[in-house]
């Protein structure tokens, strides 16, 4: 833009929109479950994804959240724990559940990408040897 352009009408300040309105700033907050259901991905992908209605104890707002890792516990009435963090394949759905907070135990048997899950490295055992 030109001087004369920007003397006549400033630049604009774009201020970034919130991609996680229901968290309020927060980075974790206290929710309960009120029903497990699966959905199936956009059109390049397919599987069974598993989803969680649940409802913020604080605001009362009622969402989606996706429940990661293979295999869960949750159940109708569960405590949970959601962050932000999107599902690019699943619609609408802007939230994940926290494993391993609460009612959402880890998924077992878990070797690769632990700190996603909070899982501990997993103990080696060292065979004794008898001389």
Do not use: W
Request: positive net charge; charged residues 35%; hydrophobic residues 30%.
């Amino acid at each position: 833009m030109s001087v004369k352009q920007l003397a006549k009408k400033p630049r604009l300040v774009r201020f970034r929109k919130n991609t996680r309105p229901a968290l309020k700033c927060c980075p974790q907050k206290k929710t309960y479950c009120l029903k497990v259901t699966i959905r199936a991905p956009k059109k390049p992908n397919s599987a069974r994804r598993k989803v969680a209605r649940v409802e913020i104890t604080s605001t009362r707002k009622k969402i989606y959240c996706y429940i990661p890792g293979i295999g869960h516990s949750i159940r109708k009435h569960s405590t949970l724990f959601i962050r932000g963090g999107r599902r690019q394949d699943l619609p609408g759905i802007k939230y994940t559940i926290i494993r391993g907070k609460a009612d959402a135990d880890f998924p077992l048997e878990r070797k690769t990408a632990r700190s996603k899950y909070g899982i501990q490295k997993p103990k080696r055992r060292i065979a004794k040897v008898l001389l």
